[in-house]
Each structure stands twice: as C-alpha cells, then as structure tokens.
T-cell receptor
Framework: KAGVTQTPRYLIKTRGQQVTLSCSPI?????VSWYQQTPGQGLQFLFE???????NKGNFPGRFSGRQFSNSRSEMNVSTLELGDSALYLC?????????????FGEGSRLTVL | AQKVTQAQTEISVVEKEDVTLDCVYE???????LFWYKQPPSGELVFLIR??????QNEISGRYSWNFQKSTSSFNFTITASQVVDSAVYFC????????????FGQGTILTVHP
C-alpha cells in the first residue's frame, strides 16, 4: 500500500514568488492535513480538508491557502514568499472522518526561500 | 488551549541503555487522543502509538512501552535496550475532541544512541 506522496521534495524560491505543493494521500483516505515544520516554531498545523472542504485552519496568514480535489489529492499554495516561509511542509492523511484515526505523514516538501 | 510539553530537548545514551522520553499535556477536552511519532533524518513522521483518554492501560510493543497517567497528564515513552537505529527526533502530540485533524505537537526530543 503506497504511503502519502508529496511533490516536489525540495525546492528553492526567491522572496515574492509563489509556490504550490502537492500531496497524494493513501488510497481510500479522505482527510488531508498540512503542517509546517521549522526549527524555531516546531510543527504547526496549517489546515485540514475532507471531501474538498476545509474543516479546520491554523493561525497562518492568508498567503497560505489550500484545496482538495475530488480524488482527495490536495495542494497548498503560498503566495508572496517571505524568508520565514522556509520550512519543511508535511502532509498527512487520515482514513476516517472522525478524529480517532492516526495521521500518516509523507516525507515532506522542503522549501527554501532566498 | 491545548499544549504539549517535552521538557527534554536532547538525550544521549549508549547502546543497550534504557531511555524514557517525557511528555506532559494540557487540554480541557474530556475526550482526546495522544500520539507518539518518530522522525528520522528523512523527514517523514512515523506513527508509533495512539492512546485515547479513556484507556489508561500501559502498552508494550517490543522494545517500546508507553505509560499514560491521566492524573498527572503525562504520556511517557520508554525504549528498552536502545539501538543506534532508534536515533531520531521523537514527538508527542495531542488531538482534541473537535480538532479535525489538528494535532498539537510538543517541541520534540532528539535522541542520539551511540554505539
């Protein structure tokens, strides 16, 4: 059974640009969550999607957005990149609608903003 | 607000030693879930265990064991006879009753096991 797949794995952008990251959940999983991991702030929740609807959102500015497609694949977008956006962005999928299932994480997309 | 505290930033042990990673949490939810994840250098968070707030039974899985004490809001993780392959960052996390996929993570504990 394939795990959570994130693309690209590594990318370098410059300030002011925008970036789109992709996440394919485990087959059959309908909930997708996104997290940002930085040395200073640790792991922080960005948002969660289920059946193409955003159900929960963390405390991030509007530059961070996401969406989910009918096949449960998800994308997140960061516009007008800032140096502080450099981070590992992790996607996780969950099998069940309710919160009892564990999250399965991908290997992440490591974004460097210059 | 929910909070998870992992007081140990870094732990260094020699192979075959036992090591305990501490986790203390805060939540107002009566139903919640606690997790431990392992993050090797590759970056992926590997699920280790999930425990719900109504189940205070300790659990053992091979060399791993977990001690959940609701009275002290702690969910500690012990590795018995540590191995070099156990070297990683370990995260404790809390999932509240209506969080919809939002885990609150601790800051993580870097475990280094020396041969």
């Amino acid at each position: 059974k394939a795990g959570v797949t994130q693309t690209p794995r590594y990318l370098i952008k410059t300030r002011g640009q925008q970036v789109t990251l992709s996440c394919s959940p485990i087959s059959g999983h309908r909930s997708v969550s996104w997290y940002q991991q930085t040395p200073g702030q640790g792991l922080q929740f960005l948002f969660e999607y289920f059946s193409e609807t955003q159900r929960n959102k963390g405390n991030f500015p509007g530059r961070f957005s996401g969406r989910q497609f009918s096949n449960s694949r998800s994308e997140m977008n960061v516009s007008t990149l800032e140096l502080g956006d450099s981070a590992l962005y992790l996607c996780a999928s969950r099998s069940r609608d309710i919160y009892t299932g564990e999250l399965f994480f991908g290997e992440g997309s490591r974004l460097t903003v210059l | 607000a929910q909070k998870v505290t992992q007081a140990q930033t870094e732990i260094s042990v020699v192979e075959k030693e036992d090591v305990t990673l501490d986790c203390v949490y805060e939540t107002r939810d009566t139903t919640y879930y606690l997790f431990w994840y392992k993050q090797p250098p590759s970056g992926e968070l590997v699920f280790l265990i999930r425990r719900n707030s109504f189940d205070e039974q300790n659990e053992i899985s091979g060399r791993y064991s977990w001690n959940f004490q609701k009275s002290t809001s702690s969910f500690n993780f012990t590795i018995t006879a540590s191995q070099v392959v156990d070297s990683a960052v370990y995260f404790c996390a809390l999932d509240g009753g209506t969080s919809y996929g939002k885990l609150t993570f601790g800051q993580g504990t870097i475990l280094t096991v020396h041969p």
